[in-house]
């Protein structure tokens, strides 16, 4: 049974109207609602498989040259997934930011991946407050990712 809440003032005891009879303020629902699907947690592990798919997916330098799509988007959209697990579950943080440095320090992808990994990790490093290490990337990467919208 479903109880609905209106705004309506209650009437004086003894005291009926005509829409009153007409309306009810109980609902019956023959059927149990169904719960919202939260999104599933990943494992660990099931995170760490999630990112070695989605870094060998991403546009690397040698099939840039035949593919000719702009690897920043393509990268964007394939690193989305990494942004959801975290976001749906932040304990993975830590194992996002490996992902996004190795991404970011990689000399296999383009600068701009590299860029968007770095964007990346520096934004999970704040949010998560961790201290980076940025030895590995080069500052031209790190000037690129400073360009890009927060």
Do not use: W
Request: glycine letters at 6%; charged letters at 20%.
């Amino acid at each position: 049974m479903v109880l609905l809440r209106t705004n309506q003032a209650p009437l004086p005891l003894g005291e009926s109207t005509a829409s009153e009879e007409t309306s009810s303020h109980v609902v019956e629902v023959s059927e149990p609602m169904a719960p919202v699907a939260a999104k599933p947690m990943l494992t660990t592990q099931e995170f760490r498989t999630l990112g070695a798919e989605v870094m060998s997916s991403l546009p690397t330098k040698e099939n840039l040259k035949r593919d000719g799509s702009l690897p920043i988007l393509v990268a964007g959209e394939k690193l989305g997934a990494i942004s959801e697990a975290v976001e749906n579950d932040p304990a993975l943080g830590n194992e996002a930011l490996l992902l996004y440095e190795g991404c970011a320090s990689s000399v296999q992808y383009p600068d701009s991946v590299r860029a968007l990994c770095f964007h990346h990790y520096k934004f999970l490093g704040k949010k998560n407050g961790v201290n980076l290490n940025q030895r590995g990337i080069s500052p031209e990467i790190r000037n690129l990712a400073e360009k890009l919208a927060p």
